[in-house]
């Protein structure tokens, strides 16, 4: 049973451009959500995605957006990218928006801004 | 809104002896609370969440944390520690409320060193 999966795991972009990371979610998770992992920091969360729609959005600016796709896979795009935008990103897939569902994190994408 | 304050950015201890990470949180609503762990350049593993039934919970590799309401805490045990243990260690309140879906609300962690 494949987990969550994420790509790609790592990346170098320059300042000013705009990035896409990819996110299959657990197999029968119909959930995503996406957090930043800043270095030495605990993860934030960005936002999450169900029903190939947005529900709920973290304190983050419109420069980072997403999109869910029919088969609940994900994309997070971030434009105009800052120095401050290096981090890991990591996806999590749950089935429902539930409280109590335990949330399943892939190995994340390591987003690196010169 | 909810928050969670993890006591001690690092911790060490010998290998052997009793493992304990705090954690307290704040919630204007009951919490589900959860513990999770990172190895070395790797995603989050979930180690174990507390969801309103039993207040102590046991989890993965031999840990275990006990739901305080009075003391609004929920810190992580393992009475003996192993140097497979070595690793960040994030406590996290999930916040749902009408509407809205649910998410996790991170503490900054814990680097938990296990020494010979």
């Known amino acids: 049973d494949a987990g969550v999966t994420q790509s790609p795991t790592h990346l170098i972009k320059t300042r000013g451009q705009q990035v896409t990371l990819r996110c299959s979610p657990k197999?029968?998770?119909?959930?995503v959500s996406w957090y930043q992992q800043a270095l030495g920091q605990g993860p934030q969360f960005i936002f999450q995605?169900?029903?190939?729609?947005?529900?709920q959005r973290g304190n983050f600016p419109d420069r980072f957006s997403g999109h869910q796709f029919p088969n609940y896979s994900s994309e997070l795009n971030v434009n105009a990218l800052l120095l401050g935008d290096s981090a890991l990103y990591l996806c999590?897939?749950?089935?429902?928006?539930?409280?109590?569902?335990?949330?399943?994190f892939g190995e994340g994408s390591w987003l690196t801004v010169v | 809104a909810q928050s969670v304050t993890q006591l001690g950015s690092h911790v060490s201890v010998s290998e052997g002896a009793l493992v304990l990470l705090r954690c307290n949180y704040s919630?204007?609503?009951?919490?589900?609370l959860f513990w999770y762990v990172q190895y070395p350049n790797q995603g989050l593993q979930l180690l174990l969440k507390y969801t309103s039934a039993a207040t102590l919970v046991k989890g993965i590799n031999g840990f275990e944390a006990e739901f305080k309401k009075s003391e609004t805490s929920f810190h992580l045990t393992k009475p003996s520690a192993h140097m497979s243990d070595a690793a960040e260690y994030f406590c996290a309140v999930s916040a749902l409320t009408a509407g809205t879906a649910s998410k996790l609300t991170f503490g900054t962690g814990t680097r938990l060193q296990v020494t010979l």
């Open positions: 197999s029968g998770h119909d959930t």
């Open positions: 999590a897939s749950s089935l429902g928006a539930g409280r109590s569902e335990t949330i399943y």
């Open positions: 995605y169900y029903e190939e729609e947005e529900r």
């Open positions: 919630s204007s609503v009951p919490p589900y």
